[in-house]
């Protein structure tokens, strides 16, 4: 089974500022490696797949990179909607596998 | 509009069986893979299980395999996981969530609301 570790497990910051998210996978995914958004109350919400596409109607504030093992969720300017929890994933390999999460909670 | 319903969740006891099912609607069913994935009370998300087009390529996480079983019908636009031998462990809100694109098994785009499952004595 694939793990993923994301770091940092908390990030406080404050809005306007750029938020940067990182996931390590143990062993190479390739590019397939998605992020989503989860809210209290909510269903998570699909923000990239394939390491950088951003799904429909995501704004171009979020952008993802990487390959193999190491990939980056960045949020460019921080909007008050966007402080959430933030999970990867990664379709490479079965079983499918999330990573630990990253809060974003306002400074 | 795409759209995912769950149903059959509710309170059990260690044991039992529940069946959950998933409605689809706004998109062509039989094109994609679906999945169930779930959250347990203040845990990350864990994929449960998936299963293609046509019932060929299904997966398990292994803390469900031999006791969880998922299956389609596409006539009916439907998705089931029949949970048996539940435990405590169990708890959780189980998602309903549909496969980005044809034919790949990979990653959630729709997702439902949930239903929620409760195993306790």
């Known amino acids: 089974e694939i793990v993923l570790t994301q770091s940092p497990a908390t990030l406080s910051l404050s809005p306007g500022e750029r938020a940067t998210l990182s996931c390590r996978a143990s062993?190479?995914?390739?590019?397939?490696l998605a992020w989503y958004q989860e809210k209290p109350g909510q269903a998570p919400r699909l923000l990239i797949y394939d390491a950088s596409n951003r799904a429909t109607g995501i704004p171009a504030r979020f952008s993802g990179s990487g390959s193999g093992t190491d990939f980056t969720l960045t949020i460019s300017s921080l909007e008050p909607e966007d402080f959430a929890v933030y999970y990867c994933?990664?379709?490479?390999?079965?079983?499918?596998?999330f990573g630990g999460g990253t809060k974003v909670e306002i400074k | 509009e795409v759209q995912l319903v769950e149903s059959g969740g509710g309170l059990v006891q260690p044991g039992r069986s529940l069946r959950l099912s998933c409605a689809a609607s706004?998109?062509?069913?039989?094109?994609?893979?679906m999945h169930w994935v779930r959250r347990a009370p203040g845990k990350g998300l864990e994929w449960v299980s998936g299963i293609s087009w046509n019932s060929g390529s299904i997966g398990y996480a292994d803390s469900v395999k031999g006791r969880f079983t998922i299956s389609r019908d596409n006539a009916k636009n439907s998705l089931y996981l029949q949970m048996n031998s539940l435990r405590a462990e169990d708890t959780a809100l189980y998602y309903c969530a549909k496969d980005t694109r044809p034919n790949t098994f990979d990653f959630f785009d729709i997702w439902g609301p949930g239903t929620m499952v409760t195993v306790s004595s």
């Open positions: 994933q990664q379709g490479n390999n079965w079983p499918l596998t």
């Open positions: 062993q190479s995914v390739s590019s397939y």
């Open positions: 706004g998109f062509t069913f039989d094109d994609y893979v």
